[in-house]
């Protein structure tokens, strides 16, 4: 549109918008300086927020593994702030680099908020079984939320963290060597898609994805012979292949699919090698100070299909929470699927909740058209909505309590005081999560005074639900 065409009035409407433009995108930098330049300044700007409302997203991947939008730690908790959530969550594979960045921008934001890892196991109790990670009998997906530092150097629970990031290096190593040997003319360097495209060293599937596409372009910039290309390779007529493309997102999972997933060029079937143990995860989690959870997908996998027994199993490996997906379970197109999926939703909150399980819930942020964060009003989620919040509640206080008081939920302190009392457990760590979010003179002032004393002021604050003793 030429200037001409705007009213003189618009015009430093339409330049603040673009500054702030400008500025989140810069919040996705690289480069940590940048992004905490950025935030300051749009701090600076005053944009107001929405009001606080029943909204909890903690399961949103970062750009330290993969977000689809390449959203940093500080962007997500930017945008969780706008939008009015009452708490926000990160959870990235494989590794902890966001932590201390999220907590920090959130404390500047005054968000609620919490940050964990996401990693796959082996589960020996099932290994003739499909749990969560399709066609892999066995392999089970694992979650810990609140952690609030890195490891220390030259620890155990560093040791483990490191061997985490070289098994998953491996794999992916190995995975794009075996793609690269089967489609030669659109080989690419897993060490430069590393260096280009991540922040942190980690590289997910949809980073090779990615590389792999753009490297079909280079090869053959000529649309017909690209499409011809991806014909031979996904198993498509040529003309189909051209009408794949014009749907990136949609394309980008098919060709997932066809190299990575089962059955896929570059697939090989994992084994109780591949992965480390899910005890030792949950015990790493709960070493490094975290809640140690469990994972649900839909229950109509064969080990889901036995749910109770896949959930006490999982609790006597250490298990402390349980972590879901809501939308995978009702978001869908055909309703005899979704009726039977919110079914078995229904049981397994039920019964975790009978357990005292803390839930964990969120959208995860990796594929475009996900939504941002689960509308707890909507006819088929507001029946859990309770027991969703409550969770939040819970995880966010364990991340105060751990963070200033050295008390986490599944530490032995915890257990010792409530003592198999479930019910006290969580009405207490939730009514720490309930407070007010901190700012960071808050943070500071609990910090100075020592975990003794800043436990005893979380206590206090958490029974007159306010903050007291604060400077």
């Not at 977000?67 to 990160?90: L, M, N, T, V």
């Not at 030259?154 to 491996?170: D, V």
């Not at 060293?201 to 053959?220: D, K």
């Not at 005074?449 to 604060?470: F, I, K, Y």
Request: some cysteine; hydrophobic content about 40%.
């Amino acid at each position: 549109m030429s200037s001409q065409l705007i009213q003189p009035e618009a015009r430093p409407r339409l330049l603040f918008q673009s500054l702030v433009k400008d500025l989140e995108k810069d919040l996705n930098h690289f480069d940590p300086g940048v992004r905490g330049v950025a935030l300051g300044k749009l701090l600076s700007l005053r944009i107001p927020f929405e009001t606080v409302r029943d909204a909890v997203n903690l399961h949103t991947h970062t750009f330290f593994s993969y977000h689809a939008d390449g959203w940093s730690p500080c962007r997500y908790a930017w945008e969780a702030r706008k939008a009015g959530f009452f708490a926000a969550g990160i959870i990235d594979f494989d590794g902890v680099d966001g932590v201390w960045e999220f907590l920090s921008a959130a404390e500047a934001l005054g968000l609620r908020a919490t940050a964990g890892v996401e990693v796959r196991g082996f589960l020996p109790q099932f290994s003739d079984a499909e749990i969560d990670s399709p066609g892999e009998p066995g392999v089970h997906y694992m979650a810990g939320s609140g952690f609030v530092k890195r490891p220390a150097a030259g620890s155990p629970q560093e040791a483990f963290l490191l061997r985490l990031r070289f098994i998953s290096e491996k794999r992916s190593r190995e995975l794009v060597e075996r793609i690269n040997a089967c489609l030669p003319d659109i080989a690419i360097d897993w060490r430069a898609v590393i260096d280009e495209r991540t922040p942190a060293g980690y590289g997910s599937e949809r980073h090779f994805v990615a590389a792999y596409i753009e490297q079909a372009r280079r090869r053959f910039p000529n649309q017909p012979r690209c499409a011809e290309f991806w014909g031979e390779t996904l198993k498509l007529s040529k003309a189909a292949a051209l009408v794949q493309m014009q749907d990136p997102i949609g394309f980008a999972e098919k060709v997932r699919a066809r190299l990575m997933k089962r059955g896929g060029l570059g697939y090989t079937q994992p084994g109780p090698e591949s992965f480390p143990p899910a005890g030792e995860v949950y015990g790493w989690m709960r070493d490094c100070g975290a809640v140690p959870m469990d994972s649900w997908l839909d229950g109509t996998s064969q080990g889901e299909a036995r749910g109770r027994e896949l959930l006490e199993c999982n609790r006597n490996l250490g298990a402390r929470g349980l972590n879901l997906i809501p939308d995978r379970n009702w978001n869908l197109a055909d309703p005899e699927e979704k009726r039977r999926k919110l079914d078995n939703l229904a049981r397994i909150v039920a019964l975790a909740s009978s357990w005292h399980m803390p839930l964990h819930i969120g959208t995860e942020g990796n594929r475009h058209g996900l939504p941002f964060v689960d509308n707890l009003d909507g006819p088929e989620l507001a029946p859990f909505k309770g027991r969703f919040l409550e969770g939040a509640r819970v995880l966010i206080g364990h991340a105060l309590l751990a963070r200033f008081g050295e008390f986490p939920y599944a530490g032995a302190a915890s257990d010792a005081e409530f003592a198999g009392n479930g019910r006290a457990r969580n009405a207490f760590f939730a009514s720490v999560g309930d407070l007010a979010p901190l700012d960071a003179a808050a943070a500071r002032s609990l910090t100075e005074m020592g975990p003794v004393a800043a436990l005893e002021t979380m206590r206090r604050s958490g029974r007159s639900g306010t903050w007291t003793g604060l400077e």
